[in-house]
């Protein structure tokens, strides 16, 4: 008895003890922690005290974030301010209030593409095609895309006028009541109605479905048209990844789980947070037929982790070229006091084999890569075509009959523009019919991703090239102006010192070092540097 009685104040005194002794730890922190902002709150008080001008508090405060987060060198941690919080929760979540319409900007004019479905939109009489003239009484011809679209949102149960001319000219006033709007992530074949036909070969039995990102919507959309199509006898299914940027990790999860009854899908690690995996689950799981995943550059994060999912597991093909290579884990952070938010990275995705899917310099390897004789490639300008022919199919025309689908691999070559949807059509189609997958690509994609990022790099390098010769043909305008104004240049303006040489002496005429030009901006270097042009040489 009488050990029991003094259990509770040992107890006590041992935690009080521990409580004490971590006490001088946490205190150093916190110490540490104010230490690395003196210089910085010194720096911010001289600003106040003594800058020539009122500094703008606010900006200094945002580009200080900015500064942090880009030491980090990673493109995927973020600060959003409170001003583009909605924008993001739009992008994050694919809810918005609007009046539920795709635009784009058609020469010059703000076009619809297509009214959504069940839509305010599509409820007034907004039709594909029309082009918007006014928003509120604004002219928004001319303005940019996400000026007009700032326009169109607002709070929900509020009115919103636009005047549009429809394609047969007729112009028209039409009142939308804004509404809470879901964007649509998952898409079919082509639209019948307003609905979507997911059948791009009924007769053999092989549906397709395209998932554009990963929302809270995703789930619910997918299960809806899996379903339908399972019970119209489906055997074989294109499950259609491209271009599709990710979104939440959960909903990958699930979209991972509909198709696997067991296995590993995805596991995290970080250097802050416990190591977690996720494996499927029997239930609610649709099997029984072969898949082909497509996806291409573009295809990121949470569409990567799908698709090699579903590869590794062995429950699917995959088609087209290697996806993008973002392999890291974003959690948000809401910052007090209406600052904003921070999306920032906290790990990385490993697949089942142990792959990180991340893209870093010097490595060969990222992302997810086709199977081998799976590998089927498309230029920009390619693809660029395929979204135009594409978009044809995907436009609500109330009352119009659906435009027809031809279940052949030339067909969708020749008028859908989609090189890889027609080769994972022939080698699903073989599957089917002879019970072999049909060889339709090259068989190591490395080299045709690396070409591809070889490429994409030169055509930036080709625009900033572009700039800096418009930069170079203005300054010899300029130069030509300052002759006609009096001015004396160091060379004429008809005069390029690239690839001549430059001497350099010291004041009593001995020879420093010759150097020869590489660049157009010499003449600007060497203002810069207050030199006296003394005209031609006096030898």
């Known amino acids: 008895m009488r050990i029991t009685r003094n259990v509770a104040p040992v107890f006590l005194l041992v935690l009080l003890g521990a409580m004490l002794a971590g006490l001088p730890i946490a205190l150093a922190g916190r110490s540490a922690d104010y230490e690395w902002f003196d210089p910085i709150i010194l720096v911010r008080r001289h600003l106040l005290d003594s800058y020539v001008e009122k500094p703008d508090e606010e900006a200094m405060q945002q580009l200080m ?27 994050m979540r694919g809810t918005y209030v609007g009046i539920g319409a795709e635009v784009i900007i058609d020469n010059e004019y703000l076009t619809i593409v297509t009214p959504m479905e069940d839509s305010p939109a599509l409820e007034a009489g907004v039709r594909a095609g029309d082009i918007v003239l006014e928003i509120a009484g604004v002219t928004v011809d001319n303005k940019p895309i996400n000026e007009c679209i700032d326009l169109l949102l607002g709070e929900a149960g509020t009115e919103v006028t636009i005047h549009v001319r429809h394609l047969d000219g007729v112009e028209e006033d039409l009142s939308i009541v804004r509404q809470r709007i879901m964007t649509p992530t998952v898409k079919g074949v082509r639209r019948d109605g307003e609905k979507w036909d997911y059948w791009l070969d009924e007769q053999l039995g092989i549906g397709y479905i395209r998932v554009t990102q990963f929302t809270n919507t995703s789930i619910a959309h997918l299960r809806e048209a899996l379903t339908g199509l399972d019970n119209g006898g489906l055997r074989g299914l294109i499950f259609d990844l491209r271009d599709n940027p990710g979104g939440d990790l959960a909903v990958a999860i699930k979209t991972a789980d509909l198709f696997l009854s067991e296995g590993l899908i995805v596991s995290v690690r970080g250097r802050a947070r416990r190591p977690k995996s996720w494996h499927a689950a029997p239930q609610e799981t649709f099997l029984g037929f072969p898949m082909v995943v497509l996806v291409n550059g573009f295809s990121a994060s949470a569409s990567e982790i799908v698709a090699g999912a579903l590869q590794e597991n062995g429950r699917a093909k995959v088609l087209g070229t290697r996806s993008y290579g973002k392999g890291s884990v974003q959690e948000v952070r809401n910052l007090p006091n209406d600052r904003g ?22 490595r060969a390897v990222w992302g997810v890569d086709p199977d081998p004789g799976f590998i089927v490639g498309m230029s920009d300008r390619a693809h660029r075509d395929m979204i135009m022919a594409r978009r044809l199919f995907e436009v609500i025309r109330p009352g119009a009959a659906a435009i027809e689908v031809a279940p052949d691999p030339e067909w969708i070559r020749a008028v859908r523009k989609d090189q890889q949807l027609a080769a994972a059509l022939e080698t699903l189609q073989g ?17 045709l991703a690396l070409d591809d990022t070889i490429r994409r790099h030169l055509a930036v390098r080709r625009r900033h090239l572009d700039q800096l010769r418009v930069l170079n043909d203005r300054l010899r305008d300029l130069l030509e102006m300052a002759v006609e104004a009096g001015s004396s240049p160091l060379f004429p303006p008809d005069t390029d010192p690239a690839g001549g040489t430059l001497s350099v002496h010291d004041a009593d005429g001995n020879l420093i070092g010759s150097f020869r030009i590489l660049g ?18 006096p030898r």
């Open 65 to 91: 974030i900015i500064a942090m987060i880009d030491a980090l060198d990673d493109p995927y941690t973020v600060y959003v301010p409170s001003a583009g919080e909605a924008e993001f929760n739009k992008d």
């Open 341 to 362: 938010m921070l999306k920032l990275t906290t790990g990385h995705y490993y697949l089942a084999s142990g792959r990180n899917l991340a893209r870093k310099s010097g």
């Open 431 to 447: 599957r089917l019919r002879g019970g072999r997958w049909l060889v339709v690509g090259a068989e190591d994609g490395t080299q």
């Open 520 to 537: 157009e901006d010499l003449e600007l270097a060497l203002r810069q540097t207050r030199l006296e042009p003394l005209g031609p040489d």
